[in-house]
């Protein structure tokens, strides 16, 4: 009788194994024959399992840091001048104009009555304790504390060329 219970469980997780293959494996070979296909819903998450083929053109978007260390302009590392919040988080700084001025963003979609806004809470008296913290984390990686730039690229890559397209730079003063 333990022998049949015991059968009866493993071949319960059998079944279920073999269940779950034939339904999450050809969505899966189907994305993988075809990117433009997929069986709507499927296992592929939003990032996508689709391969990155060679013979088309890849964007991303780059951000850099850049503020002068005894007179020259060099390269800031952005983990170490935002630290402790985290780099990832440079491009919303950057939409917020680092603090230093009122941003508002409105999109309207006209097909429906829904429009988004986008702001930041900018304070102008707050402008200074925004510059005091900037000028100390400058001071603090060894840059001097006048000013530092933010450049936007998008990368461009097509087979082993990369291409580097500078799209936004803006320079904040401290001073």
Request: hydrophobic share 45%; proline share 5%.
């Amino acid at each position: 009788m333990e022998y049949l219970k015991t059968l009866w469980v493993n071949l319960k997780y059998l079944i279920l194994t073999v269940v779950l293959f034939a339904l999450l494996i050809p969505p899966f070979i189907i994305k993988l024959k075809n990117r433009n296909l997929e069986i709507f819903p499927s296992i592929i998450m939003p990032s996508g399992a689709g391969l990155i083929y060679k013979d088309e053109l890849i964007t991303f978007a780059a951000y850099e840091l850049y503020a002068k260390q005894n007179g020259v302009l060099k390269k800031v590392e952005i983990k170490s001048f935002l630290a402790p919040i985290p780099e990832w988080y440079i491009n919303h700084i950057a939409q917020s104009d680092f603090g230093f001025d009122s941003v508002s963003n409105e999109i309207t979609i006209t097909k429906f009555p829904i429009t988004f806004r986008n702001f930041n809470r900018f304070v102008s008296s707050e402008l200074p304790n925004v510059k005091t913290f900037y000028k100390k984390k400058l001071q603090k990686i060894g840059f001097d504390d006048s000013l530092f730039i933010y450049r936007n690229y998008n990368i461009q890559v097509l087979d082993s060329f990369k291409n580097k397209i500078l799209v936004n730079e803006k320079t904040y003063y401290i001073k």
